[in-house]
Every structure is written in C-alpha cells, then in structure tokens.
C-alpha cells in the first residue's frame, strides 16, 4: 500500500510497547514473533498514535518537538509509517 501524508493510522494493539531509556523504545508483536527498537523520533510516533492521525498530523508534531520543519520530515515520517504498515505495526484507518 502506498501512503500519503493524508493517510490515517491507527495501532495494532496487539503490539507491546517499553520505553528505554530517555532515547529509545521496543515494540514486539507476539503474532508475528518479532521486536522492534525504536530511536526517539520513531518512539515519538508511536505515541503521538494513541489516537488515530494523519502523517501529516504526525509530521506537524514532530517538527514542533525535534527542531525540523514538517515538510523535511515528511518523506522520512512516510517511510518510516510505510515500514510499520508492512509488519503490521499500525494500519490506515
């Protein structure tokens, strides 16, 4: 599935979800049996989703919080939110 940044997302919320530290977090998904780290930024969106937005909506929060600008960090949130589409991480809503 190809995303825009007009996409809605929504989380599986079959997945478990820990902080690290201050920088980073872990996901794991039992179904699939597999974990994901996560750095700031991508922990950062998965908590910005506990309720349901649009890439845009993301990439508008996070420029605010990590000193970018939300049209820089669209491509990187896109890709970023194609790969937990993919494992199933997040869906569109």
Sequence with gaps: MSVTLETKLVRNSDILYAPV???EAVMMSIEAGRYYGLN???ARIWELLETPQTIAELCEKIAEEFETDAESCGPDVVKFTDSLIDNGIVTPA
């Design 21 to 23: 530290g201050a920088e």
């Design 40 to 42: 700031a930024v991508g």
